[in-house]
């Protein structure tokens, strides 16, 4: 995983959208909210939304850890990107996407449909 397949796996995803945020972090959105988050320079690194399940059970991985000002909310950075096969970062961002989604308000989610 480098940060242009994360980029082509994020923005295939329908309405998705990319930002330059925080000076450093390419941001990947899905109505203006956050699904993925990668830094531009320095060591590479993906946070993500995770179920609460999937979340308490990375956090025992090694390669895993909460993430900075949002683990609490079952956000997660992935260290180690190579943890996971294409598939299942494809299934991952996928996931992190649909969590996302389904918290935008219904009128919103409703114009992205």
Avoid at 3 to 8: N, T, W
Avoid at 21 to 34: A, N, P
Wanted: charged share 25%; proline share 5%.
């Amino acid at each position: 995983m480098d940060i242009e397949m994360l980029r082509r796996m994020a923005l295939a995803l329908p309405h998705a959208t990319e930002e330059l945020k925080f000076s450093t972090d390419l941001c990947l959105c899905i109505g203006e909210k956050i699904f993925a988050v990668a830094p531009v320079e320095g060591e590479f690194s993906v946070t993500l939304k995770m179920t609460p399940d999937d979340w308490a059970y990375f956090l025992e991985q090694p390669g895993f850890e909460k993430a900075p000002y949002v683990g609490r909310y079952q956000w997660i950075t992935v260290k180690d990107v190579y943890a996971w096969s294409r598939d299942e970062w494809q299934s991952r961002i996928q996931n992190s996407y649909a969590l996302i989604k389904s918290k935008l308000p219904k009128k919103q989610r409703e114009a992205l449909q």
